[in-house]
Nanobody, 125 residues
Framework: QVQLVESGGGLVQAGGSLRLSCAAS????????MGWFRQAPGKERECVAG????????YYAESVKGRFTISRDNAKDLVYLQMTSLKPEDTANYYC??????????????????WGQGTQVTVSS
């Protein structure tokens, strides 16, 4: 029912910024809880940010607090991940995820029903 497409990944230098976008289609976006996950080679997939359907509550992994900002534009069916002060350890494939019952923020991958294909973020030193 939901298709997610990420964009905005690329190669940046340490300390730089990048904004990832996720476009959703297939159902009412404003009802979806959204999250950003990342996975680096040899590491488990981890939630870096989450946002509930209204945008009133957000979650950030400790490793990205103060540097990443998740936001959504329900009028445009978009969710963003603004990344600043990027570090080489932020290098990973970043995935957008959606869940049907998004009243509260979810941080576990199992809580999400739909996933995008991912977009690669590489931070050089």
């Amino acid at each position: 029912q939901v298709q997610l497409v990420e964009s905005g990944g690329g190669l940046v230098q340490a300390g730089g910024s990048l904004r990832l976008s996720c476009a959703a289609s297939g159902r009412t976006f404003s009802n979806l809880g959204m999250g950003w996950f990342r996975q680096a080679p040899g590491k488990e997939r981890e939630c870096v940010a989450g946002i509930n359907r209204s945008g009133s509550n957000t979650y950030y992994a400790e490793s990205v607090k103060g540097r990443f900002t998740i936001s959504r534009d329900n009028a445009k069916d978009l969710v963003y991940l603004q990344m600043t002060s990027l570090k080489p350890e932020d290098t990973a494939n970043y995935y957008c995820a959606a869940r049907g019952l998004g009243v509260v923020v979810a941080t576990l991958a199992r809580s999400y029903d739909y996933w995008g294909q991912g977009t690669q973020v590489t931070v050089s030193s």
